[in-house]
Every structure is written in C-alpha cells, then in structure tokens.
C-alpha cells in the first residue's frame, strides 16, 4: 500500500470518532436544508461562543467553530492545498502523522 492510502485509511479512522464526538455536542442538522453560510448565529462545538463572529467549519470532521477554536491549517488527502482544520482535528491529525512510518 502506497504512502497516499495509508494516509486516507488513517483519515477516515480518525475522522469518525471526532465526527461522533462533534454530534455528541450539537442537535443533528441537515446539511442540505440549512445552507453553510446562514445568517442565523451559530455556535462553536468547542466552546459554545454564539452571536455573529465568524464560523468556520473544519474541513475534516466538518464541524462548526469560531476562529479561536479553528486556527490551524493542515493539508488533507481530500485537497492538495492546506484547509482549516479545528483544534481537535489539528491535534489529532498532527498525532497520527507523527507517528505514521515516512
């Protein structure tokens, strides 16, 4: 197996338990009925901050976080370039490359 699908292969196995912990935190929405860039105010999954701040969404598990909360990039094997990324995926995806053999 290439280094490439070992990287997804891990992906998808980090990604789950961080999409089910980032569910855990949040009503369940439907994507397709609620557009990415709503007017109504969201919260962080993280730390709960609401109002009008700017929300971003983490490009690996897709969850919705304030700029505190979402501040690395991190290049994905869905993207060539590096994605916003929320500090728990940050730290967990940086977890898994370290100690994924070059």
């Given at each position: 197996?290439?280094?490439?699908?070992?990287?997804?292969?891990e992906h998808v196995k980090l990604k789950q338990p961080?999409?089910?912990?980032h569910?855990?935190?949040?009503p369940p929405?439907?994507?397709q009925d609620q557009p990415l860039l709503s007017?109504?105010?969201?919260v962080c999954q993280l730390c709960q901050e609401g109002g009008s701040?700017?929300?971003?969404?983490c490009e690996n598990c897709?969850?919705?976080?304030?700029?505190?909360?979402?501040?690395n990039e991190l290049p994905l094997p869905s993207?060539?370039?590096?994605?916003r990324v929320c500090n728990p995926c940050h730290e967990q995806l940086m977890k898994q490359y370290s100690t994924s053999p070059g």
């Open positions: 197996m290439d280094g490439k699908h070992k990287i997804q292969e961080l999409e089910e912990s569910r855990l935190q949040s929405v439907d994507e007017e109504e105010p969201q701040l700017t929300k971003n969404v897709r969850g919705t976080f304030c700029d505190a909360c979402s501040t993207s060539i370039k590096p994605e």
